[in-house]
């Protein structure tokens, strides 16, 4: 497999398991999950949640790529240089109205679980973990918005994705998200015998 290649999948696994690893108790229930609207459906596109100038900032001379990770993720914004090949960079946003909320030991225990650590001062909780050699992913929640940021940083210097959270989410700001609206009830119990 290609280097590239590599670095897609690597970049697709790290972000579906960040999507799944953040389920609720409300979605434990299947039939439930499915009744409920995707609480990403109106997050904007990454030229809004990250505009030119911090791109420029965070990660100068890259360009930037954009994707949707899963139905219920964010957009998908994907870095890459021409001078630094060998590095992916990549940031999104999940966001549901319980982080707003929800205790920040609460927030931080999958990923702690699972061996990572604390990350002090930077939103209203962080945490980071190596899922893989050469690669680092830091998952910060907003103070200012229910939103979880995710940066997956693979190849080079990873440690400088805890830099890439500080201004994503420093960028993330109140009015670039609405309100995900719910599902009228006749929607909720359409389709059920």
């Keep these: 497999m290609r280097a590239g290649g590599r670095v897609a999948l690597w970049v697709t696994l790290a972000m579906g398991l960040a999507c799944r690893s953040r389920a609720t108790e409300a979605d434990a229930d299947a039939g439930a999950a499915a009744r409920v609207a995707p609480g990403n459906a109106t997050l904007p596109a990454c030229e809004v949640l990250l505009p030119s100038d911090v791109r420029e900032s965070m990660l100068p001379g890259f360009t930037m790529k954009e994707d949707r990770a899963c139905p219920t993720c964010g957009p998908l914004c994907t870095f890459r240089s021409a ?3 060998d590095v992916t960079v990549s940031v999104t946003w999940d966001c549901k109205p319980h982080y707003s909320q929800a205790d920040t030991q609460a927030l931080l225990q ?4 699972l061996g990572g650590e604390e990350i002090p001062a930077l939103g209203k909780a962080a945490a980071r973990r190596a899922p ?3 690669m680092l992913q830091v998952m910060a929640w907003d103070d200012d918005t229910p939103c979880a ?8 210097s990873p440690e400088q994705a805890l830099d890439v959270a500080r201004l994503a989410l420093g ?3 109140p ?3 609405r309100a ?3 599902p009228p009830e ?3 119990d359409s389709g059920t015998p």
Excluded: M, Y
């Design 110 to 113: 999958p990923t702690l679980s």
């Design 83 to 85: 001078s630094e090949k």
């Design 149 to 156: 940021l995710i940066v997956t940083w693979l190849g080079g």
């Design 186 to 188: 006749s929607e909720l």
């Design 171 to 173: 960028a993330t700001r």
């Design 180 to 182: 995900p609206t719910p």
């Design 132 to 134: 893989a050699q050469g």
């Design 175 to 177: 009015d670039s998200f």
